[in-house]
Structures are given as structure tokens and as C-alpha cells.
């Protein structure tokens, strides 16, 4: 056994990054859920106070905060299959663009999201089932308020002007994604690397494939009027795509290597 562990929060986009770069390894690993609200103590914990967010990998008594820290420690303990490219420049640029998605877009999706489902009852009571299994229908009205006051504490979801800034910035990636696309099938050079996974990652809630990690039942309508829009874009069929032909591999490879 590898004796790793990833500490993970189902629909986190960022945890999402994490699982798949394990599953395209197929790096067998024990995988412990964290529920809503307790994530930041136990990360915080975790990493000995250096990180409060998901995901965390521990291994060899250390815990490792921030996906991207998370892959570079996989790439080196398991280079095969390579996320990393070998060339330096296309490497560099891999990189950069890995960052630019974290940085530009993982955030800025989160705040659009939560935003739109802390205004819609049956969304926010199907996050609160989620995040707090635990939760009996008559306590559901406590949870929504207490869930909607913590998301708001920690993203600043509540503004309406904050929201349509987030929403732009989300387009604003979506542009870059498909310029930096051109007509190939990848961001860097002719193979899935990290900068793919990371991009359709972050932007699976624009996409909701049927292989990611969340397919609500409700949505709120400016979250379906945006997915309607933007669906025949090429970044969104991108992102699908991937997803399809790249995550559905790596789980049945992940599912493999762990019998
Ligand atoms: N840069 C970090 C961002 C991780 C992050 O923001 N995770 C969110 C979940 S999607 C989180 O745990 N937030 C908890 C909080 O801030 O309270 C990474 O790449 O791992």
C-alpha cells in the first residue's frame, strides 16, 4: 500500500482536481470525506495549520495542503503516467496555465455558484442534505441559514455586484480556454496533461458531465439559463469531451489497480 490518504469534499471542484490526477496514476489510496463546515478545522489540523481548504493528502506522517502541491507530490512519487510534459517549455507552460485556471477561475465559479444557490430554497436544502447528511427535515431550515451564513463568511457569496464580477471572470477563462485550445484537443502539446485536467476540472459545474463528482437534482434557472447558453460553446463541449474520453478511463484504470 502507498499508505496515502485524501481528505476530500465530494462536489469541491478543487478536491475534484486531486481524485482525478490520483485515478489517471491509479495510485490505490484511502479516500475520507469531510463534512460541510468541519473541513477547515481538520485541514487546518492536517497540515499543521498551513491550509483550512480541501484537498489534503497525507502520506508519511506529512499533510500535504492545495491541489496543485498534491499533484507535484504525485508526479514525483509516481511519474507514470506523466502529468507533468517532459519538454521544459511546454512543461512551464503547463504550469502556467494550471496556475492561471486555479487562480482565475476555481474561485470566481465557486462564488457564481454558491451565490445563485444560496437564493434558491430547493437548491440550497439539497446542498445542506449534502453537506450534512445528518440533517432531519425539521432542522433543514436551521442548516440552509447556518450553511448560507458559512459559505458567505468564507466566499463572499451574497453581493449581487461580486457575483456578475465572478460570472464575468468565469467567461473570461472560458475565452482563454478555447484561444489557448486553437483546434487541438489539448491545452500543451498532443497529450492530457495537467493543465487539461486542471481546466475541466474547475469548470465542471458549467458543464455538469455525467462522469464528474456532482449531478444535483435542482438548479437554480440563472445557473440552467447560463448552462443553456454556453453549451454549444467549444470550451463547454471541451470540458464534456474530457471528461468522457479522460475521467471515465482513469477511474475504471484507479478501479483496476486497487483489486
Ligand atoms: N488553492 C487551493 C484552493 C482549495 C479550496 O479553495 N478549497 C475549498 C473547497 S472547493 C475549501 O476547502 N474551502 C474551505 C474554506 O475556505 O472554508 C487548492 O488548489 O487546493
Request: charged share 25%; hydrophobic share 40%.
Amino acid at each position: 500500500m502507498t499508505g496515502i490518504t485524501l481528505w476530500h469534499v465530494p462536489i469541491s471542484h478543487y478536491s475534484e482536481k486531486a481524485r482525478w490526477a490520483l485515478d489517471v496514476k491509479r495510485i490505490p489510496h484511502t479516500r475520507r470525506r469531510l463534512l460541510g463546515g468541519t473541513h477547515p478545522a481538520m485541514t487546518y489540523l492536517l497540515t499543521r495549520g498551513e491550509h483550512q481548504t480541501v484537498p489534503v493528502m497525507t502520506v508519511d506522517g506529512r499533510g500535504i495542503g492545495d491541489s496543485t502541491a498534491v499533484i507535484a507530490e504525485l508526479e514525483a512519487r509516481f511519474p507514470d503516467p506523466a502529468l507533468y510534459p517532459a519538454d521544459p517549455a511546454k512543461r512551464a507552460r503547463a504550469l502556467e496555465l494550471e496556475e492561471f485556471f486555479d487562480e482565475e477561475l476555481g474561485p470566481y465559479i465557486r462564488r457564481w455558484a454558491y451565490h445563485l444557490i444560496t437564493r434558491d430554497p430547493e437548491s440550497v436544502a439539497e446542498l445542506a442534505f449534502n453537506q450534512m447528511p445528518w440533517v432531519t427535515p425539521a432542522q433543514l431550515p436551521v442548516a440552509t441559514r447556518t450553511l448560507s451564513y458559512f459559505l458567505d463568511l468564507r466566499f463572499r457569496v451574497r453581493s449581487e455586484e461580486r457575483a456578475q464580477r465572478a460570472e464575468e471572470k468565469v467567461m473570461a477563462a472560458l475565452d482563454r480556454l478555447e484561444s489557448e485550445l486553437g483546434d487541438g484537443d489539448f491545452l500543451v502539446g498532443d497529450t492530457f496533461t495537467v493543465a487539461d485536467l486542471t481546466a475541466a476540472s474547475l469548470l465542471y459545474p458549467l458543464a455538469l458531465p455525467p462522469e464528474g463528482p456532482w449531478q444535483p437534482k435542482h438548479l437554480p434557472e440563472a445557473w440552467l439559463a447560463r448552462m443553456d447558453a454556453a453549451r454549444d460553446r467549444r470550451g463547454v463541449r471541451w470540458v464534456s469531451e474530457i471528461y468522457a474520453r479522460h475521467r471515465r478511463a482513469a477511474r475504471r484504470e484507479a478501479a483496476l489497480a486497487a483489486v
